[in-house]
């Protein structure tokens, strides 16, 4: 979701002691990793401390657009703020800060605070075009321990890493790529001026977007090579330190297995683990040999490694999802370069990340096209499309919204044809069950399936439509009428795979001020930042009557969810939010539409291998398969809030402790005393 993404833009800064000038605008452009332009920052300045900016980003039928002024002092830290405009999904946003002498006070739509301060604060606003960025990259620059404290909470650090020349014509200049940490869980890279006052020159996020001034464009690829460089660098050190080598034959002794085919727990028992395979499972206090080394399970609960199966995964979200026991992930979306650079860095162990499983993503061309993946306009494209990702074992294919329908068919049988499944969003005017009939073997998305019953064959899904009709219509939905009840038995018959995403759809319910339902039992573990993100709205709620009314909409979208499991229509657990830390209240969603623990925790392990065909080497605990496996407190099978309690993750024959993760990313230990490995040999 683009609340996640963080957008920068460029900034010129003024000399201190210059005179005030005429009315300057300088325009920015942010361009698509393939180059397109997806929107523009203007920003103006009329004096040494009052600034405006218009920003506006548009992809995917969506995209915030805001407008700001901005008093700043001598030290560059704002003294006042106000931004309004409209979210991501059309939200209004109207946010203020003001600071007079010692007394700063804020204010938004989620939160209103004040702080009696001493010495220099920046304000950390929660929408905001990225001069707010520029401004702290001076205002770092200037400090002398290289420090910014912020508001309401937090440190910020700035730590530079290499310099690159760049040209625009016959004009060059120096620039700097600056890390900085204490915002959100990973750093943020900026390429900088090295002027007496450094500022803001680009930004790019690899596989995403990248913003830069206009006329500078050109310099974009020599720029995203060196801050991957630079990136690799700090993320091989992480993937060192924060694996652990399981040398030799090594037992996890007194464990509870959680059999993921039969739902049930065994007796005590102890698990044989050789070179990242399980290679026996015995009851505990058997002697069978010496070992190499040993895990005392303590009694904990051994599940197979999760799976989350809708994700867009980056280099950095990676460990987020082994912190939080996850594997496997399949990923629905992404830069076709960039994914096949992760798995070439995980296979080689320089990145931390659970293993990936592909898949291909193909959309056609429109003002509301998405643009991971690959674009098609005809059957021509398509084969080209399919073939790339066919050889490169990619087991799936992903329709997205603007696809050409007239081409759904013949697509579907030549992905087939390739070995390929086939899934993905409906594609405007079209219905799920067009596409149901045309060879889909899955689904993504609850909304996807209620608009089957709410849209009409006018409704471009492409446009927000695609969130507020469910959110409307779907609380009168009669889940019990014919129609649904046909089309729940067509699901089961053809055994249409169907991921919910529930987690991410709380957003159409979610009012300002109040912590989205998915993050409440983590939030007072993550980072501030975060947690004043969870209070945020994106959707227009303007009442509280059409509040209860998209409350109840969320609420039959749990039931709907319930009805298919009990159907037999086939289950799988995905997020398409909040690397890692989602997954548990995806499976808490399940719990509530009526599952149970155990039956969730099936759907996240068992039907994860099941359906990305891998079943033959994990998604259960046995002996011959991969020892992807993770060790819980509590009973995950009795209370599925336990599935949070992750106190160590086993895969590729490393032992992972997610303590460890968790305090390099800043989010506080969900347990306190993981189990160690004893080395006896």
């Given at each position: 979701?683009?609340?996640?993404?963080?957008?920068?833009?460029?900034?010129?800064?003024w000399p201190v002691g210059a005179q005030p000038q005429a009315l300057k605008t300088i325009r920015y452009v942010i361009l698509l990793d393939n180059g397109s332009i997806a929107g523009e920052q203007i920003v103006e300045r009329s004096s040494l401390d009052t600034i405006k900016v218009h920003f506006d980003f548009k992809e995917?039928?969506?995209?915030?657009?805001?407008?700001?002024?901005?008093?700043?002092?001598?030290?560059?830290?704002?003294?006042?703020?106000?931004?309004?405009?409209?979210?991501?999904?059309?939200?209004?946003?109207?946010?203020?800060?003001?600071?007079?002498?010692?007394?700063?006070?804020?204010?938004?739509?989620?939160?209103?605070?004040?702080?009696?301060?001493?010495?220099?604060?920046?304000?950390?606003?929660?929408?905001?075009?990225?001069?707010?960025?520029?401004?702290?990259?001076?205002?770092?620059?200037?400090?002398?321990?290289?420090?910014?404290?912020?508001?309401?909470?937090?440190?910020?650090?700035?730590?530079?890493?290499?310099?690159?020349?760049?040209?625009?014509?016959?004009?060059?200049?120096?620039?700097?790529?600056?890390?900085?940490?204490?915002?959100?869980?990973?750093?943020?890279?900026?390429?900088?001026?090295?002027?007496?006052?450094?500022?803001?020159?680009?930004?790019?996020?690899?596989?995403?977007?990248?913003?830069?001034?206009?006329?500078?464009?050109?310099?974009?690829?020599?720029?995203?090579?060196?801050?991957?460089?630079?990136?690799?660098?700090?993320?091989?050190?992480?993937?060192?330190?924060?694996?652990?080598?399981?040398?030799?034959?090594?037992?996890?002794?007194?464990?509870?297995?959680?059999?993921?085919?039969?739902?049930?727990?065994?007796?005590?028992?102890?698990?044989?683990?050789?070179?990242?395979?399980?290679?026996?499972?015995?009851?505990?206090?058997?002697?069978?040999?010496?070992?190499?080394?040993?895990?005392?399970?303590?009694?904990?609960?051994?599940?197979?490694?999760?799976?989350?199966?809708?994700?867009?995964?980056?280099?950095?979200?990676?460990?987020?999802?082994?912190?939080?026991?996850?594997?496997?992930?399949?990923?629905?979306?992404?830069?076709?370069?960039?994914?096949?650079?992760?798995?070439?860095?995980?296979?080689?162990?320089?990145?931390?990340?659970?293993?990936?499983?592909?898949?291909?993503f193909v959309e056609g061309e429109s003002a509301y096209a998405a643009h991971d993946g690959i674009l098609i306009s005809d059957l021509s494209d398509i084969k080209h499309a399919v073939d790339w990702y066919a050889l490169r074992s990619y087991p799936q294919l992903k329709i997205y919204n603007s696809f050409p329908r007239e081409?759904?068919?013949?697509?579907?049988?030549?992905?087939?044809?390739?070995?390929?499944?086939?899934?993905?969003?409906?594609?405007?005017?079209?219905?799920?069950?067009?596409?149901?009939?045309?060879?889909?073997?899955?689904?993504?998305?609850?909304?996807?399936?209620?608009?089957?019953?709410?849209?009409?064959?006018?409704?471009?899904?492409?446009?927000?439509?695609?969130?507020?009709?469910?959110?409307?219509?779907?609380?009168?939905?009669?889940?019990?009428?014919?129609?649904?009840?046909?089309?729940?038995?067509?699901?089961?018959?053809?055994?249409?795979?169907?991921?919910?995403?529930?987690?991410?759809?709380?957003?159409?319910?979610?009012?300002?001020?109040?912590?989205?339902?998915?993050?409440?039992?983590?939030?007072?573990?993550?980072?501030?930042?975060?947690?004043?993100?969870?209070?945020?709205?994106?959707?227009?709620?303007?009442?509280?009557?059409?509040?209860?009314?998209?409350?109840?909409?969320?609420?039959?979208?749990?039931?709907?969810?319930?009805?298919?499991?009990?159907?037999?229509?086939?289950?799988?657990?995905?997020?398409?939010?909040?690397?890692?830390?989602?997954l548990h209240s995806e499976l808490a969603l399940y719990v509530k539409a009526g599952l149970t623990p155990a039956q969730a925790i099936q759907i996240a392990t068992y039907n994860g291998a099941k359906y990305t065909n891998t079943l033959s080497d994990r998604g259960t605990i046995a002996p011959g398969k991969l020892a992807d496996?993770?060790?819980?407190?509590?009973?995950?099978?009795?209370?599925?809030?336990?599935?949070?309690?992750?106190?160590?993750?086993?895969?590729?024959?490393?032992?992972?402790?997610?303590?460890?993760?968790?305090?390099?990313?800043?989010?506080?230990?969900?347990?306190?005393?993981?189990?160690?490995?004893?080395?006896?040999?």
């Amino acid at each position: 979701m683009f609340k996640w993404l963080l957008l920068v833009l460029l900034f010129v800064a003024w000399p201190v002691g210059a005179q005030p000038q005429a009315l300057k605008t300088i325009r920015y452009v942010i361009l698509l990793d393939n180059g397109s332009i997806a929107g523009e920052q203007i920003v103006e300045r009329s004096s040494l401390d009052t600034i405006k900016v218009h920003f506006d980003f548009k992809e995917n039928g969506r995209g915030p657009t805001l407008d700001e002024i901005i008093a700043i002092g001598p030290d560059q830290t704002m003294l006042d703020y106000k931004v309004t405009g409209s979210s991501e999904m059309g939200g209004t946003v109207d946010e203020r800060f003001s600071r007079r002498g010692a007394m700063a006070e804020w204010s938004s739509k989620s939160e209103r605070g004040s702080r009696r301060l001493r010495g220099p604060a920046f304000y950390l606003p929660l929408d905001a075009s990225f001069e707010v960025n520029s401004l702290m990259i001076t205002a770092l620059a200037a400090s002398r321990t290289g420090t910014l404290r912020l508001l309401p909470e937090g440190t910020l650090t700035q730590q530079r890493l290499a310099e690159a020349v760049v040209t625009n014509k016959d004009e060059s200049q120096v620039v700097q790529l600056v890390m900085q940490t204490g915002i959100g869980l990973s750093p943020q890279f900026f390429w900088a001026t090295t002027s007496a006052e450094t500022h803001l020159f680009a930004a790019i996020f690899p596989g995403n977007f990248a913003v830069i001034k206009e006329g500078w464009e050109a310099n974009l690829i020599e720029l995203k090579k060196r801050q991957e460089e630079a990136a690799s660098v700090i993320l091989e050190q992480r993937a060192r330190q924060l694996q652990h080598e399981m040398r030799g034959l090594v037992v996890i002794r007194n464990t509870r297995v959680f059999n993921s085919e039969t739902i049930t727990l065994s007796a005590p028992s102890d698990v044989y683990v050789l070179r990242g395979l399980i290679t026996g499972i015995h009851p505990t206090g058997v002697y069978l040999t010496t070992v190499d080394g040993e895990i005392d399970a303590g009694g904990r609960v051994m599940l197979p490694g999760l799976f989350d199966m809708h994700t867009h995964i980056n280099r950095w979200s990676a460990s987020y999802h082994l912190t939080a026991g996850v594997t496997s992930v399949r990923d629905l979306g992404n830069s076709n370069a960039e994914m096949q650079k992760m798995i070439d860095e995980t296979a080689e162990g320089k990145l931390l990340s659970p293993r990936l499983l592909p898949a291909g993503f193909v959309e056609g061309e429109s003002a509301y096209a998405a643009h991971d993946g690959i674009l098609i306009s005809d059957l021509s494209d398509i084969k080209h499309a399919v073939d790339w990702y066919a050889l490169r074992s990619y087991p799936q294919l992903k329709i997205y919204n603007s696809f050409p329908r007239e081409l759904i068919s013949e697509t579907i049988s030549y992905a087939h044809k390739r070995g390929m499944k086939v899934s993905g969003h409906v594609p405007a005017f079209m219905r799920a069950d067009d596409v149901v009939d045309a060879g889909f073997d899955e689904l993504h998305h609850i909304n996807q399936l209620l608009l089957n019953f709410l849209s009409k064959p006018t409704t471009d899904t492409r446009t927000l439509e695609r969130f507020y009709l469910p959110a409307e219509k779907a609380a009168d939905l009669d889940l019990n009428s014919v129609e649904v009840q046909e089309f729940i038995e067509k699901l089961r018959s053809k055994k249409i795979v169907v991921d919910p995403t529930l987690a991410t759809f709380d957003f159409i319910k979610q009012r300002n001020g109040e912590i989205a339902d998915p993050y409440k039992s983590i939030a007072d573990f993550m980072p501030l930042d975060l947690r004043r993100s969870f209070r945020t709205s994106t959707m227009i709620i303007p009442d509280d009557k059409t509040a209860k009314r998209y409350d109840a909409s969320y609420k039959k979208m749990i039931e709907f969810v319930g009805l298919l499991y009990r159907a037999g229509v086939p289950l799988v657990a995905g997020t398409d939010a909040l690397a890692g830390f989602t997954l548990h209240s995806e499976l808490a969603l399940y719990v509530k539409a009526g599952l149970t623990p155990a039956q969730a925790i099936q759907i996240a392990t068992y039907n994860g291998a099941k359906y990305t065909n891998t079943l033959s080497d994990r998604g259960t605990i046995a002996p011959g398969k991969l020892a992807d496996l993770i060790l819980l407190d509590g009973d995950p099978t009795r209370n599925i809030e336990d599935i949070r309690k992750v106190a160590a993750v086993i895969t590729r024959g490393k032992l992972i402790y997610p303590n460890e993760i968790n305090k390099v990313l800043g989010v506080k230990p969900f347990v306190n005393n993981p189990p160690k490995l004893r080395r006896l040999n």
